[in-house]
């Protein structure tokens, strides 16, 4: 169930055939707080150009994502949203701010766990996070490398430490999948995937200027810093988003009108 079905304010757009929530942050917020407070397990992600871009590549990762509350990140989701739904969303609601915000207005004091990223990264994480929201505590960190056939193992780990939510940083899809393979064993009331939120908050990453990401321009800044490595999914992924999105738009415009009622 996402939070569109639960609140009659926010309403989810179809973002290249990934439901997406159009809300503002408080919004959002509020909407997640009210589902935890009512009993409801969540799981959330977010969706950016190359998330798009995977989920297209493969069925199994799109209909995942149907099972998860999406939240927009990025310019490109922005523009597919304007171009296909004719407004923009109210909000960017990137998981490296959105998250720790969440954590920081949560009123309930919360055990978290955090899996991801390469040794040592994920304390150095929690550290950040206990600055930002000190109310909350650490059930348990655990880096990301470990084998498929761990994962099971993993879990059992994670559920033993009884976190209230869980911060997976394992990249995409591999986030994504191991919250839906393994969502009924880790017990967890709310599970978010944040790509390299950790290695943000650690400081192992910088982050683009304040004026740059007022520019949503972030993601030529993280290209400028690490081009080899993110090249192919800024250059070639942002040219593929951009097609299938106007394909998307051509497919719109061919579309006959509806027939008129008798």
């Given amino acids: 169930m996402n939070v569109a079905s639960t609140h009659p304010i926010l309403a989810t757009r179809d973002i290249l055939g990934v439901p997406v929530l159009a809300a503002t942050a408080g919004e959002a917020v509020a909407a997640i707080e009210a589902r935890l407070a009512r009993g409801e397990r969540i799981k959330l992600a977010f969706l950016n ?3 798009s871009n995977l989920a297209a590549a493969d069925d199994g990762f799109r209909t995942l994502l149907g099972d998860f509350t999406v939240l927009n990140d990025g310019v490109g989701v922005d523009l597919a ?3 296909l739904h004719g407004e923009r969303f109210p909000e960017n ?3 490296t701010d959105f998250t720790p915000r969440l ?3 949560s009123k309930r004091p919360l055990r978290l766990f955090l899996l991801g990223a390469r040794p040592g990264v994920a304390d150095e994480a929690a550290a950040a996070l206990l600055r930002l929201a000190p109310q909350h505590t650490i059930a348990g960190t655990r880096h990301g490398y470990f084998a498929p056939s761990e994962a099971t193992a993993v879990a059992a780990e994670i559920a033993a430490a009884k976190p209230d939510v869980l911060l997976v940083a394992l990249g995409n ?3 994504e999948r191991f919250i839906q393979a393994q969502f009924d064993r880790l ?3 709310l599970a978010i995937g ?3 939120l950790f290695d943000f908050l650690a400081g192992r990453v910088s982050r683009a200027p304040g004026w740059v990401r007022g520019l949503r321009a972030e993601w030529l800044y993280r290209l400028w810093r690490e081009p080899k490595r993110l090249w192919r999914r800024y250059v070639l992924g942002n040219f593929k988003f951009i097609s299938r999105l106007l394909w ?3 497919a719109r415009r061919r579309m006959p009108a509806s027939a008129p009622l008798a």
């Fill in 187 to 189: 017990g967890v009331p």
């Fill in 93 to 95: 609601l990137n998981g």
């Fill in 49 to 51: 150009a190359h998330t």
């Fill in 173 to 175: 899809p591999g986030q």
């Fill in 248 to 250: 998307a738009r051509a």
């Fill in 103 to 105: 954590l920081a207005e």
């Fill in 194 to 196: 944040v790509g390299a």
């Fill in 81 to 83: 949203s304007r171009v």
